[in-house]
Each structure stands twice: as C-alpha cells, then as structure tokens.
C-alpha cells in the first residue's frame, strides 16, 4: 500500500517509521526544505519537498498510485484542502485530514473529507481511563467502532450480587466474560457477578458511557 | 435583490477593506473579519459596518459574524487554502446564496468551479488584460500602417 503524509515533526516521523515497518510504501511531503534533508536521512521513505496542496506537488510525490492520503500539517484549511485536490483531482481512495480546531472535525465530514481530532481522542482517553478507577482496560476495535472494557466489580457497583439476567444492558452491550479469581467464565444469564469480578464488556460508543454507569454506579 | 445586503468580508488586507468600504459606503451592512486588528486600520473612518477580530477558519468566529444571515460572503485573505475552506463552509454548510472567493493559483481555481465554488484569480484576470492590452495594441498598429 502506497500511502501520503503531508505534514511535520516528530509525528510524521514516527507514523512513517510504523508504517514503513509494516511494508508500506510512504511518501512524506513537508515544506521546509532542512526537514526534508533530515527525513530523507533517517527514513527509508521518499521525501518530497513542496506544498501538498499544490496539485504539481502532489503528482511529483505520485498521488494518483497512492492508496491513502493522511494530511497532518497545524492548519486546518491546509489539510481540508491537501485531503480535497487528492480525493477529487488524484482519485485517492482514502483521504484523512486531521482537524486540528476539535470543532472542524464535523466541518470536514459535511464537506465530505474524513477527519479526526487528536483533542478528541485524548480527551475521550482521559475521560473513559483516569476518571474512571475500576474500569480497567479500554480497546476501541473496528477502528473505534467497538469498546471492549474490562470494569472491576468492587463493593459499590450497583450489580454485584445480581443475575445477569436481571442487569438491563442497552441493547447494543453485550458481557462477553467474567474473570473471578482468574479464572474466565463466559457468563451465562442465571449466573450472579460478584464483588471482585472482573467483567468484560463489549458496547458501541454511542452507549458506552451507559453501560460504564451500569455496572459502577453513578460516581466522579 | 434586497437594497442593502448583509455581506461579510473575511480578510481585510488591500482587497478586503476597498470592498468593505465601498460597500458600506453604498449603504449594505458589512462585516469584516481579520485574524489580525492591524489590518482594521485600512477602513475608512466613514466604515460603519463591524469588525470581528479572529482566524475565520474556526467555526465559532464565522458563527460570530452571523454567517447564517448572510446574503454575501467574500473570502480575500492572501491564503487560497483559508479562503477556499471557509468559502466552501459557507456555501454548502451555511448555504450562504452568494460566495466568491480569491484564489491565487490557477490551478486551483479549476477544482473549486467544479465544487461548485466561484473563484476570482487575479493571475488570470491580470493575464488576461496583458493579452488583450497585447492584441489592441497590435490593432491600433495595424490602423496607423
């Protein structure tokens, strides 16, 4: 896979490091010409020096081959145009732009580019990891799709002593296991979770923070 | 077409405020946005519309010049990527009925005509006055032979 990233420092660095680790073929463009220099030096990518929202640009660095275009630079009209010029001029299947303002995000989508925020998800990390002392693991799969949670049962969750079957989930939650004393148990709905379980919960995002009440309690 | 029009002007370098001014002068409800108060000094003392002083690709400062009520929106910066984007936001998220943005690259300005953005390129424009000034001035040669 041939993949594009406009943009500089150290997060393009190692972005590029990871993704020429895993075979793909990068190409970094960047506009200050020492930069350049110095990534061609340390990388095993091809560095282009240029303007990525320049269309000649973006042909020398052969977007019209390129699979993905990642558009990381500090300035968010830059990176809504750089992602643009390849999607609609370069035919790229895959255009990410990051949206450095939280609130262009959703600007970005209506305009038809994907976007995402860095404020966004650290603060949803922070959120879901720090506040939140039971819940002991979080892995967003599916690209983010799906949360699978790990939550420590402890003697102020509003569950423990309860069937399963009587804990009412959102629809889209599902407890996949229950880890007590070690030992994993694929909960079925007449079996009771107890202080000290660790359970295992597989939910959407939209709900997650639902399901998190569910089973610790309304707490800060 | 109502008689005094609601335009917002981002950018208020040279272009910006003579339109700013010339408009407000005219008696249309102007409001000029410019990331930098500096540039608020090229309106004239007569200027009777706003000013917002902010970086007009953060949606909260479009939202503070009321984009919404919008009849004009013109983007002058000297960046073609700043005013494409917030032409674009105000066009098709703001449905703003009359947008036009400058836009330095040529290049450029094709793709945006295809979004279904106008675009003003004073490259082109001024290209094309060279040549005409060209061609005239070789018909009025032809006229004195």
């Known amino acids: ?220 | 077409m109502k008689n005094s029009l609601y335009i917002i002007i981002v950018g208020c370098g040279r272009l910006g405020s003579y339109l700013a001014n010339q408009l407000s002068r005219v008696g249309h409800s102007v409001v000029v946005i410019d990331a930098d108060e500096q540039t608020f000094h090229n309106l004239s003392p007569d200027f009777s519309g706003f000013r917002v002083e902010g970086d007009a690709t953060r949606i909260a400062v479009l939202k503070e010049a009321k984009l919404k009520q919008a009849d004009v929106f013109f983007a002058t910066t000297h960046w073609d990527n700043v005013n494409l984007m917030v032409a674009q936001i105000a066009r098709k998220l703001f449905h703003v009925p009359h947008v036009l943005a400058r836009v330095y690259d040529p290049h450029r300005e094709e793709m945006y005509n295809q979004l279904g953005i106008e675009t003003i390129c004073p490259t082109s424009v001024a290209a094309e006055m060279f040549l005409l000034a060209v061609a005239s001035g070789r018909a009025e040669e032809g006229k004195e032979k």
């Open chain 1, 1 to 220: 896979m041939k993949v594009l990233i406009v943009g500089s420092g150290k997060t393009v660095y190692f972005l590029c490091k990871s993704f020429t680790a895993k075979g793909y073929e990068v190409v970094i463009i960047n506009r200050d010409h020492q930069e350049c220099v110095q990534l061609a030096r340390d990388l095993s990518a091809t560095v282009v020096c240029g303007d990525g929202s320049d269309a000649d640009t973006l042909e020398d660095a052969g977007a019209m081959y390129a699979e993905a275009m990642l558009a990381i630079t500090p300035n968010d009209q830059d990176n809504l145009i750089i992602c643009q010029l390849a999607a609609i001029q370069f035919c790229v299947p895959r255009a990410l732009a990051l949206a450095n303002d939280p609130e262009n995000a959703e600007v970005f989508q209506e305009l038809g580019i994907s976007a995402f925020s860095t404020t966004h998800i650290i603060g949803n990390l922070i959120e879901q990891r720090a506040s939140l002392e039971q819940v002991i693991n979080l892995l967003p799969v599916g690209e983010g799709r799906v949360n699978v949670t790990e939550i420590h049962l402890d003697e102020a969750s509003p569950v423990a002593g309860s069937a399963l079957s009587e804990v009412t989930l959102p629809k889209s939650a599902l407890v996949a296991v229950v880890i007590r004393e070690n030992k994993p148990i694929i909960p079925r709905g007449d079996d009771r979770l107890l202080e000290g379980d660790r359970v295992v919960i597989i939910s959407l995002p939209e709900n997650h923070g639902q399901v998190l009440k569910i089973f610790t309690g309304n707490r800060k």
